[in-house]
């Protein structure tokens, strides 16, 4: 099967086929988070729209190299740190870092390659800054280094400024900046009392925001590379910047494919603390929902749409989960014997074609599920009329555990089969051990303890508390499975 995937260049605003540098390699650079503060919901809708686009890239057989940055040093993390040291600066942020590390994890997310940090790359920040002020593109004021964005040509090309708007001789040391408010911006800024610094040959002093992701990502993906990822809030002043000052001091093309996801905002509201609306992925589980239903509600919308984050569409994820998983459910109570069947496999070929076709179309996630609902509408027709064998199941089954394994990441198999007996562990689309929610699991077992002592009274009243929560309770030969339904609580 011959692969044509596109992808929406936010550089020439169009879609475009997709052809990597290398033959089979794709080079993909993502901003990372500021580590100043946990990430919020919207951050994490940026960087699960980036782990899809990695997984169907890894899925279509390219070999990844992925670099995130995480920015140690700017404007924000010395304002909220009060550091005045670098090392003060580094432990303030540490642990944001490893928060940022443990919440991509219970995302499933797919770790990156490189995690650079802005502070470890200094040097490679002053080289780049040196060969601009060589070149005539950056100069000095009062300590600072500046580049000087009307020497550079093609500036405002991907994000369409008018550079009619700038005020002549106009600077900005601020990392961030509105749109409307176009300047030089500084490379270096001139060390200031009370602030982290470093002695370089340029000066003492600290780097500009944008020039930590120029330099590293030419290190470790090369000068020029295939695919850079953010959000739209990066395309000005950012990614404009970056492109400025990588192309000048390099002289060649930065980045072939810019992808930009389109903001999260909150009961069709943007968040902010002031409104009561500002998520961290740790107040959405406390109310109850999982890991796997907010990743899937940030992925199912696609990318270069505005995702309206409510209470809503967290419980449409949950149904959808619960259909996919109650499906293969179903599939492990088919016993009928006999070979898989004609029919079955076109059914799954079509499915495949249909979910490739949609992501390799811009990664369009709603026609690649669609494809998928269509596949379980058919086989449960086939099923309800018992034309099912269990080599059928068997390959639906393994069908859709490798869309999941490899795209959507939401182990809808857990809890299908249970392990060695214990009803705690379930299986997940690799057929690892995950763990099932800890409550759950506690009452799961406790109940298995009072079928044990024949306190069949107390292991009735434990399904039915189950029950009450979403978790309906299956015992068979092979031990007991569960799975969600509507919750029955009064």
């Known amino acids: ?281 740790k107040d959405i589980l406390a109310k109850g929902y999982s890991r796997h239903e907010v990743r899937f509600l940030l992925l199912s919308t696609h990318y270069r749409k505005m995702l309206d984050f409510t209470e809503e569409g967290l419980l449409q994820a949950r149904a959808s989960l619960e259909r996919i998983h109650n499906f293969l459910v179903d599939l492990a109570d088919i016993k009928r014997e006999g070979p898989a069947g004609p029919e079955v496999a076109r059914l799954i070929e079509a499915a495949r074609a249909g979910f490739t076709a949609g992501l390799e179309n811009d990664l369009n996630i709603s026609e690649a599920l669609a494809s998928l609902y269509s596949l379980i509408k058919s086989a449960n027709v086939l099923k309800d009329r018992g034309d099912l064998t269990k080599a059928d199941a068997e390959a639906l089954r393994t069908f859709i555990l490798l869309l999941d394994k490899s795209i959507l990441a939401t182990e809808v198999a857990r809890g299908i089969v249970s392990l060695a007996g214990s009803a705690a562990a379930d299986l997940d689309a690799r057929g690892e051990a995950t763990v099932l929610e800890a409550e759950f699991a506690r009452k799961i077992e406790e109940r298995q303890k009072a079928r044990a002592a024949k306190d069949f009274k107390l292991a009735d009243e434990i399904r039915k508390e189950l029950l009450a929560e979403g978790i309906l309770l299956e015992d068979t030969k092979d031990g007991v499975r569960w799975k969600r339904v509507p919750a029955s609580k009064p």
């Open 1 to 281: 099967m011959t692969l044509m995937i596109c992808f929406h260049n936010t550089l020439g605003g169009t879609v475009e086929e997709f052809h990597p540098i290398h033959p089979g390699e794709v080079k993909l650079y993502t901003c990372g988070p500021t580590v100043y503060d946990f990430p919020h919901i919207g951050n994490w809708r940026a960087y699960v729209f980036e782990d899809l686009l990695k997984r169907f890239l890894m899925f279509s057989g390219f070999r990844v190299t992925h670099v995130m940055n995480l920015t140690d040093v700017d404007d924000k993390t010395i304002r909220d740190s009060k550091a005045r040291t670098v090392e003060e600066l580094r432990r303030y942020t540490q642990k944001y870092i490893e928060a940022f590390m443990a919440e991509r994890d219970v995302l499933n997310i797919l770790p990156a390659d490189h995690y650079p940090r802005a502070t470890g790359h200094i040097p490679e920040m002053v080289a780049i800054i040196k060969a601009l002020r060589d070149k005539g593109f950056a100069y000095e004021k009062d300590g600072s280094l500046y580049f000087a964005i009307d020497r550079f040509l093609a500036y405002g090309r991907l994000s369409k400024i008018n550079l009619e708007d700038r005020r002549p001789g106009s600077r900005g040391d601020a990392d961030e900046y509105a749109k409307e408010s176009v300047h030089d911006f500084a490379l270096w800024k001139a060390a200031k009392e009370g602030e982290p610094a470093w002695e370089t040959e340029i000066g003492r002093g600290r780097p500009g925001w944008h020039i930590e992701c120029s330099a590293m990502s030419s290190k470790y993906l090369g000068r020029t590379f295939d695919i850079h990822c953010g959000g739209v809030d990066n395309i000005f002043p950012h990614h404009e910047n970056e492109i400025a000052q990588s192309e000048a001091a390099n002289g060649v093309k930065f980045v072939n494919y810019w992808l930009h996801c389109h903001h999260l905002v909150v009961n069709g509201e943007k968040m902010a603390k002031s409104k009561g609306n500002f998520y961290v992925l």
